[in-house]
């Protein structure tokens, strides 16, 4: 049968083909956590290599039902026999692969196996599912002969139950690329600068490049960068644009925007989604995730389909709407939503959704694949957070407790990782190793342990024991940053304090990394377009060699809109705000902050470089000055008590709310007008020289120079900048920073501050 290009462009790829038409029964995740994707393909090449010729390997495969090409790749085909087999990776015990599971990979083998069928012209073939266990590397196969009669008829089933999806979702992009061809900017003009930048992010995705766009606050950053990438993907053939950002109020910043961008009158063809963390979206967290103990799991795939075809009308889906179609088909928020990220055209959501090691939508967009844009806010950010998202520790002291009332059939297991903990290298109490590769045999007994603990919970046929569970995913997430271990990365052991110690007796293991760059290049390939875009990208060529963006990444530096006369900038000389200095200063800290008080009162934020020299200067003011209000930032601040510190900047109110450079009120937050009309920043922000970031200077340094400036100071001023941002929020804004320390003098540190600011020594 022919496989050119259907009539109307109806294609689908055999595992969305199954997935979407082949799954019953249960939401099940009590099996044991699925392999990564480097485990996958890792288990696919050990089987292949297992095969002799003529076995073929990741055969190509098409074949149409009416209007519906169905696409693909087979795993393996051996000629002679002749068999088709789709390989799995698995841990634990394959007989405890759950039936809905066994169900899918079944229909997918079926499928693939008539497509050889039709293009062999066989009669008959031998249908087989390799399991393969990565840990123990041993193969499960299970076979069955189909004939091409029987093999056709259960395709045909499953492209009828698509066609009618496909249908709708081909109207669909039409209608919403047709919208977007007429989209027009919300707002009676554009700010000044925003329409560069909406310009310059419509170009960078029309023509699938990268971009660096550094914009000062209250331009409207957001909705320029979204209506030029919305704009851009009628075009380009878009599937998806993903709205990526740090922190939460920048998720509900982009959906504010969305809104704005669309139709009020009900005829929106855009379909938005909001992605939040599965704990966030849980609605039984004392329940597990399966059918026999949480009721929104029992039954999921059977309702699915309803839930999907309402959510899909709905269109809009943030996290109150998608919660509210989940709930009325009682299936689960979290995953109702996971399985919409494949048929949404906007996907709002955190950096971790694309960046993070096991991220689903980075997974679909390379397996699918989709052409996919990405927008990037508060992208100064993402250095820090990739550096997370490839760094992993192991905590002695978990192992410790697991150890004291160790499962039964665990015990061995958990004293032979202790005991060959105990080999590894020991530095004195309170004192730290870096080390530039990875002890000998880590990587192999932590699989080993690793085997053990997935097998045990395989076993149990109750709720997982929690505490197993929870090491098994520090386990498991150790050793995928082991293994992409290199030169980006160093290894930390560090010895915790005698009282620790005793209980523990085994050092921290720590896996730190220091540059993302080499993580995340196939990121930038797979991606068709991004823009990045922040208050504080300079210097750009920091930001670039850090994340690795491609040489010819476009670059924009979009003027401040404000005059500089709204904003009073001053320096003091003659204050040290150093570590050595600090006790020295306080005195003069809390002149300089009661003076500005006094002669302009009003709300101001206070930044400090930690929480300690912030309780110094917040207890010396208070001693002063008690007529000065003040609130505080504390350490593992709870959300309620973030919004808290956050209402007390009122239209009408006074005083100083103190908080930590580079903490959560450093950046992403708007109080515009009266609700703050200056800063105090009493530090560079210069990350804490330690070991650590000793090893990152050393490293940049050698790998291109300037390792001082790229590890310390241009991090440290972005935060500098970011925080200064707070005061001035839009264009009747006025307002004063005060810059407290002798170094913000220096030429080298003035360079990097907004070339609008006219700096006045105080």
């Known amino acids: 049968m022919s496989t050119d290009d259907p009539p109307e462009g109806l294609r689908v790829a055999v595992r969305v083909l199954c997935a979407f038409t ?39 495969l098409a074949s149409r039902c009416g209007d519906l090409l169905v696409q693909g790749r087979a795993d393996g085909f051996d000629p002679v026999a002749p068999r088709l087999e789709e390989i799995k990776t698995h841990r634990g015990d394959v007989a405890l692969v759950r039936g809905n599971h ?30 393969f266990n990565i840990d123990t590397q041993v193969e499960t196969v299970l076979v069955n002969w189909q004939t091409a009669d029987e093999l056709r008829e259960h395709f045909n089933t499953l492209c009828a139950r698509y066609l009618g999806w496909a249908r709708s979702e081909q109207a669909h992009r039409r209608a919403r690329d047709a919208q977007l061809q007429a989209l027009a900017f919300p707002f009676d003009g554009f700010r000044a600068g925003q329409r560069d930048l909406a310009v310059a992010t419509w170009r960078t995705h029309h023509h699938g490049r990268h971009l660096l766009a550094q914009a000062p606050t209250g331009i409207g950053k957001t909705v320029a960068t979204l209506f030029g990438a ?10 998806k644009l993903l709205y990526l950002t740090a922190k939460t109020p920048g998720r509900q910043l982009a959906l504010d925007a969305l809104r704005h961008l669309q139709p009020q009158d009900g005829t929106a063809r855009l379909r938005v989604l909001e992605r939040v963390a599965r704990e966030k979206a849980c609605e039984h967290p004392d329940k597990a995730c399966h059918g026999e103990s949480c009721p929104l799991a029992q039954g999921f795939y059977d309702r699915l389909p309803q839930a999907r075809e309402e959510a899909a009308q709905s269109a809009w889906l943030d996290r109150a709407s998608l919660r509210s179609v989940a709930l009325k088909h009682g299936v689960c928020p979290y995953y109702l939503g996971q ?14 959704h694309f960046f993070d090691l096991g991220a689903h939508a980075w997974a679909l967009t390379v ?37 004291k009332a160790a499962p ?65 995913f520090e386990v498991l997430h150790f050793v995928r940053v082991a293994e992409v271990f290199g030169d980006h990365s160093l290894v930390e052991i560090t010895q915790a304090g005698a009282a620790v110690r005793a209980r523990a007796a085994r050092a921290r293991l720590a896996i730190r990394n220091l540059v993302p760059a080499p993580h995340l290049v196939p990121r930038w390939q797979a991606a068709h377009s991004a823009t990045l875009f922040s208050a504080t990208l300079s210097p750009m060529d920091h930001t670039i060699r850090l994340l690795g963006l491609p040489s010819d990444v476009a670059r924009l530096d979009v003027p401040s809109p404000f005059d500089p006369a709204q904003l009073k900038v001053q320096v003091m000389p003659h204050l040290s705000t150093r570590f050595n200095d600090r006790a020295a200063s306080l005195d003069a800290v ?131 900048v970011q925080a200064a941002g707070r005061v001035i929020r839009g264009p009747d804004d006025h307002g004063v920073v005060v810059l407290m320390d002798d170094r913000f003098t220096r030429p080298e540190v003035r360079a990097l501050l907004p070339p609008w600011w006219r700096i006045e020594p105080g």
């Open 230 to 239: 919305l704009k851009a993907m009628p075009a380009q053939g878009t599937d």
């Open 102 to 131: 066994r169900a899918l990979h079944l229909a997918q083998a079926r499928v693939y196996a008539w497509m050889l069928c039709e293009q062999l012209g066989l009669a008959r073939i031998e249908v087989a599912l390799v399991y």
């Open 22 to 60: 082949a799954q019953a029964g249960d939401l099940d995740l009590r099996f044991t956590p699925s392999p990564s994707a480097q485990d996958g393909v890792a288990g696919h090449d050990t089987v292949t290599a297992r095969r002799p010729a003529p076995w073929q390997r990741e055969l190509p």
């Open 339 to 352: 399985d919409m990220l494949r048929w949404s055209d906007v996907v709002v959501g955190d950096f971790n």
């Open 408 to 472: 039964a059939g665990l015990k061995a297991s958990l004293d032979r990782l202790h005991r060959f903990w105990g080999t590894l290298a020991r530095p004195a109490a309170g004192a730290q190793l870096l080390l530039n590769e990875l002890p000998d045999g880590l990587v192999g007994a932590l699989q080993r342990h690793a085997a053990d603990l997935s097998e045990h919970l395989a076993q149990d046929a109750g709720a997982p024991d929690a505490r197993v569970q929870a090491w098994l």
């Open 590 to 720: 809390v002149a300089v902050m009661a003076a500005q008080y006094h002669a302009q009162p009003g709300n101001y934020l206070a930044f400090f470089s930690s929480f300690d020299y912030l309780q110094q200067v917040l207890a010396r003011l208070g001693l002063s000055h008690p007529d000065i209000a003040v609130w505080s930032q504390s350490r593992g601040m709870a959300e309620a008590d973030r919004d808290a510190f956050i209402a007390r900047f009122t239209a009408h109110s006074q005083g100083i709310g103190f908080a930590v450079l580079g903490g959560a009120f450093g950046e992403g937050i708007d109080l515009p007008g009266r609700r703050l009309i200056g800063a105090f920043i009493a530090t560079l922000g210069l990350p804490q020289v330690n070991p650590l970031n000793e090893a990152l200077r050393a490293r940049l340094q050698a790998g291109g120079g300037r390792g001082y400036d790229h590890a310390y100071l241009f991090p440290g001023l972005q935060k500098v």
């Open 367 to 403: 397996g699918e694949p989709w052409r996919v844009g990405l927008l990037l806010d508060e992208a100064h950010n993402l250095i820090e957070r990739t550096r997370l998202m490839y760094s992993a520790e192991l905590d002695p002291l978990s192992l410790a407790a697991l150890r």
